[in-house]
């Protein structure tokens, strides 16, 4: 089974052996990979119960819960690392939602889609319409995605709150591509971070 | 499918007598329990299910009083989420119980019944008697136990204080510590039983006629809290029972009424009124926080195993929030715990009825 490339990047770039709680886990992908092949202790946590039944069928460690609500149940430090792919501009308040990761989290993964690639930028110029594209495919009405990001906007949070950004990877489609202009040239970003 | 096979009806005597978190202690302990499936010879696949509050060890096989299938026959048994051909599954009749187990029926010391003689008990007072039931049978380390409402107080539990006999938990539609609605529904039950008349003080054996009219009404009472508002709506609604017409009286007009009448003198038939009374008392009596010094995390402490929680969204006598608080106790002490809500029609009966979410779950869980 091969992961989904922010996932690859992330899976590669784990401690062996480490704590980790993944975050929107879904069937549990990234979860089982990290168990098989870096004897990672892995748990996580996923809003669809219907994920999260396939992830216990699994034998995976899965609690159905919301981000924005049920990371508070963790204690601090209760892991070497915070995994959240793909889920950060669903959340109610991304900025509170980083600050749980890191406070569970020694060190925490982020991945998103970049509002601002450049795709975006002239679908949004051309059409003067909320882009609908493969990793934000929905319907602004319908979608989940409620708080778009851009790589410049994440990093400008980071800032912010002080948080170090140890390692960042950047992609268009499945292949990764350099840091440069990343903003523009960035379908989606993966951001590796401790306090 | 077919149903499971049970074995003889069996029960025995365990070697030591049992002390009670009451401070007292039973000196004689029958424990009445069933087995399905083969035994391993390493003796590493037994999963121990444990019973809810009117249930007994007849999980899978047909009851000898009501010759209705066993409680969870729709779980366990061959090919079934907990497979008789793969697994030892033992179910045993709490202390406490009436089905064969030592309880308030069964005679005392001096060849009369115990009645209200009998000491009180606890739900690890039950936990105690069937890690001494493994003990006898030779049973080390369980593959699960599995439990819901009661039986998952049980689980939880028996996870708490015997942390090293079991390699999995499988807690359903449970809680860590009963409510004070919770408390409130059984003593209306335990008044019931009490205020009818034959009850005599719990003394009624001799007289070949006990309260089953109270004890009818306490399971009258406790259905309802079984079942959710919408699945009682769907099944019953405002229809009315065999008439065309409300009666203006006072008969069972309402097929709710009917349902409910129908439910509490068929428990009454088959159950102890004075079980009902102990072992209501010992799931009100239940706070596995408060055994452990108050903090439930600290319950869990030296937990090896690895956990499922299971609610239903229309439970409201066990709500979701009841477990999502031990999950929170098991992830403070880092314990694998898997925990999921699933949706179901039929309020806290879920557990046992046809929710195919739940069987993938168990089976899942179990493998």
């Known amino acids: 089974m091969s992961l989904r490339a922010d996932l690859a990047v992330i899976a590669a770039h784990v401690a062996p052996g480490a704590r980790v709680l993944d975050v929107g886990c879904g069937e549990g992908e990234l979860m089982e990979v990290l168990q098989r092949e870096k004897g990672c202790d892995a748990r996580g946590m996923e809003i669809d119960p219907e994920a999260v039944e396939r992830c216990v069928a699994r034998g995976l460690s899965v609690v159905q819960g919301d981000a924005d609500r049920d990371l508070a149940d963790y204690p601090d430090d209760a892991f070497d690392c915070a995994i959240l792919s793909q889920t950060l501009q669903t959340a109610a308040r991304p900025d509170q939602l980083l600050d749980e990761l890191l406070r569970i989290g020694r060190r925490a993964f982020v991945s998103f889609p970049n509002f601002a690639y450049w795709r975006m930028r002239f679908s949004l110029l051309a059409h003067g319409r909320m882009p609908v594209t493969r990793h934000l495919p929905v319907s602004w009405y319908e979608t989940q995605n409620i708080h778009h990001v851009t790589v410049e906007d994440f990093r400008e949070l980071l800032r912010a709150k002080g948080v170090t950004i140890e390692q960042s990877w950047f992609f268009t489609g499945e292949r990764e591509i350099g840091g440069t202009s990343a903003n523009w040239r960035a379908e989606h970003a993966v951001f590796q971070l401790s306090r | ?367």
């Open chain 2, 1 to 367: 499918m077919a149903s499971a096979g049970a074995l003889d009806a069996k029960s025995l005597v365990l070697p030591d007598p049992l002390p009670l978190d009451s401070g007292q202690r039973l000196e004689t302990v029958r424990v009445a329990y069933e087995t399905y499936g083969e035994l391993a010879d390493d003796k590493g696949n037994a999963i121990l299910v444990f019973h809810a509050l009117s249930g007994d060890q007849h999980v899978a096989s047909v009851h000898p009083i009501t010759g209705k299938p066993g409680w969870w026959d729709r779980m366990v048994g061959p090919g079934k989420p907990i497979d008789t051909r793969r697994y030892h599954i033992i179910c045993a009749n709490v202390v406490g119980g009436c089905m064969g187990s030592t309880g308030p029926a069964s005679d005392g010391p001096d060849g009369k019944p115990w009645a209200m003689r009998f000491p009180v008990i606890t739900i690890r007072d039950m936990v105690r008697a069937q890690v001494a039931l493994l003990d006898a049978l030779g049973i080390a380390k369980l593959h699960a136990v599995v439990g819901g409402s009661m039986g998952g107080m049980l689980a939880l539990s028996l996870a708490a204080n015997f942390p090293d006999r079991a390699k999995r938990v499988l807690a359903i539609a449970t809680t860590a510590r009963h409510s004070a609605q919770n408390i409130a529904f059984h003593e209306v039950g335990r008044q019931a039983i009490m205020a009818d008349p034959n009850w005599e003080g719990g003394d009624y054996y001799a007289h070949g006629k006990g309260p089953e009219k109270g004890l009818a009404v306490a399971r009258m009472a406790a259905h309802i809290t079984y079942l959710s508002e919408a699945g009682l709506t769907d099944k019953f609604g405002r229809r009315l029972q065999d008439r065309a017409a409300k009666s203006f009286g006072f008969d069972a007009d309402f097929q709710v009424e009917s349902y409910l009448r129908h439910q509490g003198i068929a428990f009454s038939d088959r159950f102890d009124a004075n079980a009902y009374l102990y072992i209501t008392r010992a799931m009100d009596y239940f706070d596995l926080a408060e055994e452990h010094g108050g903090r439930l995390a600290d319950a869990f402490a030296g937990a090896t195993a690895r956990f499922c929680l299971v609610s239903f969204d229309t439970d409201w006598l066990y709500p979701t929030a009841e477990s999502r608080h031990v999950v929170h106790a098991l992830n403070a002490v880092a314990a694998p715990v898997s925990f999921v809500e699933l949706s179901a029609p039929y309020g806290h009966d879920s557990f046992l009825l046809d929710v195919p979410a739940l069987d993938r779950v168990v089976k899942g869980f179990l493998e």
